[in-house]
């Protein structure tokens, strides 16, 4: 086997483990993402509920005086 054919061979089997990586990195990132929009679902529904909470107990937090260090 000649030198560039030998060359060639590597930068085969170098690209194919890129493909690979790339590929496995495509999957987590899209994983990610689907557990990222879920948990900002999850935090915009919590809010959601404390606020509604808030409200059923007379709570107003703009109404409550400033902390003492204030």
Do not use: C, K, N
Request: proline residues 7%; without cysteine.
């Amino acid at each position: 086997m000649s030198d560039i054919e030998q060359r060639l061979a590597e930068l085969e089997v170098r690209l194919t483990f890129i493909d690979d990586a790339v590929q496995a990195l495509t999957t987590v990132d899209a994983e990610q993402s689907q557990r990222i929009a879920a948990l900002e679902r999850m935090v915009r529904d919590l809010r959601s509920e404390l606020a509604t909470v808030r409200t059923g107990q007379g709570h107003d937090p703009h109404s409550e005086p400033p902390p003492p260090h204030y």
